[in-house]
């Protein structure tokens, strides 16, 4: 029988569980979220902050939060959005953690980033551990391989992973950029697709496979997946020296559930259906869609597309019941009945948007979110290496 203590039960923003979770206590008092008047009180306090502070809104934020940003955007153009506002003393973003974190690195010292629920993470970003990929790399070095290795590691990745790989020169992607970041970081490693280099890819191993494949033209065959739980990644070292692309063993919980059968089942059910799905999803799924792109691209696809378009569309929730109000000449449908919205992404709610807003208007910062200096020197140099691929500007 187990000895453990069992764990106690929280009710969300009552209390913290430091040893599970990032933290999920909000100090002072959060919001009802029967509140009547927290519409008012939300554009109250943001009128009263004015440019004082800019508030970052992601793509799959929930609409009541949709309404209250300054700007939205997939996670790459935020980070630039984020980067471009050094007026702001406070940034507020509505987004999960990995995202506030890059806007903190990338914007100065003088400006706060604010994530209004601190549990906002990203259970992909959360696959992936510094001291698991520490001993990765440690095992590459041993299989005689990390010479010829480029680390790339996705944007849903907490800045320690960002800054292991601004060690090793690699460079951070986005599903905006990543046919880019990774054509780069296989000619540093020795070679474009025929060449002898490889790429360690963190820690989305779908997108990683995808843009290798159906992007740069590379062979499923050139891919081996690293699980970091098993030892050196599960793989031998003969595996290792003829890989091109060491897949981190990451996924994400709300697009790796998109499956092949919703594909085929859309296409029975409705007649000339156009299928659009995010770069995160499985191997299978993207092959039989007919258009894939970050949510950026998603956007531009479906706003471009004539009236009575059918769509599918395989991505976060909140995004596609949007596009369904936003574009209603067209037919707009979600993949799969069985996904649902994603957990982390919707812990930012109105009553957490009101709490940090009337709290800056205080003069209380709540839910800073602060990278070690040291960390966020050697991420900003893989993002600062992101931002300055080539051509990064016409992304999709
Ligand atoms: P984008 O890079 O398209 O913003 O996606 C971020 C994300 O979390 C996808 O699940
Ligand atoms: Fe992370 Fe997936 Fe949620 Fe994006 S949708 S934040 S990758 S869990």
Request: glycine share 8%; hydrophobic share 45%.
């Amino acid at each position: 029988m187990s000895t453990t203590a069992p764990l106690p039960l929280l009710v969300l923003g009552t209390g913290r569980d430091l040893a599970t979770e990032r933290g999920v206590e909000c100090p002072g008092e959060l919001p009802a979220p029967s509140d009547p008047g927290l519409v008012e009180r939300a554009r109250a306090a943001r009128a009263t902050l004015g440019d004082a502070v800019f508030v970052l809104g992601h793509h799959y934020q929930r609409d009541e939060v949709i309404e209250f940003a300054d700007v939205t955007g997939d996670s790459f153009k935020l980070a630039k959005d984020a980067a471009a506002r050094p007026d702001a003393a406070t940034i507020v973003f509505c987004g999960v953690h990995f995202m506030a974190e890059s806007a903190d690195i990338l914007t100065s010292d003088a400006q706060t980033v604010v994530l209004p629920d601190l549990a906002a993470g990203c259970s992909m970003a959360d696959m992936a551990a510094i001291s698991q990929v520490e001993d990765c790399w440690d095992d590459l070095v041993d299989a005689g391989v990390a010479e010829e290795v480029v680390p790339v590691t996705y944007m849903n990745s907490a800045a320690s992973i960002k800054a292991f790989t601004g060690r090793h020169a690699g460079t951070v992607c986005t599903s905006s950029n990543a046919r880019t970041a990774l054509s780069w970081a296989m000619d540093k490693a020795g070679g474009g697709r025929d060449g002898a280099g490889k790429v360690l890819f963190l820690p989305d191993q779908h997108l990683g496979r995808n843009t290798w494949v159906r992007e740069l033209g590379g062979s499923l065959t050139d891919c081996v997946v690293w699980d970091p739980h098993k030892e050196r990644g599960g793989l031998t070292v003969e595996q290792l020296q003829a890989a091109r692309m060491i897949l981190w063993r990451g996924h994400c919980s709300v697009h790796g559930r998109f499956s092949v059968a919703a594909v085929e089942a859309a296409r029975r059910e409705i007649p000339g259906v156009r299928v659009i799905v995010h770069p995160e999803c499985q191997h299978e799924v993207v092959e039989l869609a007919d258009e894939v792109g970050s949510t950026e691209k998603i956007i531009r696809t479906i706003a471009a597309a004539p009236a009575g378009t059918s769509w599918v569309v395989g991505t976060e929730l909140n995004l596609v019941r949007r596009l369904a109000r936003q574009f209603p000449e067209q037919r707009i449908a979600f993949l799969e009945k069985n996904v649902c919205y994603c957990s982390t992404m919707n812990r930012i709610d109105l009553p957490h948007l009101v709490w940090a807003l009337e709290s800056l208007v205080q003069g209380r910062v709540v839910n800073p979110v602060r990278v070690d200096p040291e960390v966020a020197a050697q991420a900003r140099a893989a993002l600062d290496q992101m931002l300055a691929l080539p051509g990064e500007t016409s992304r999709d």
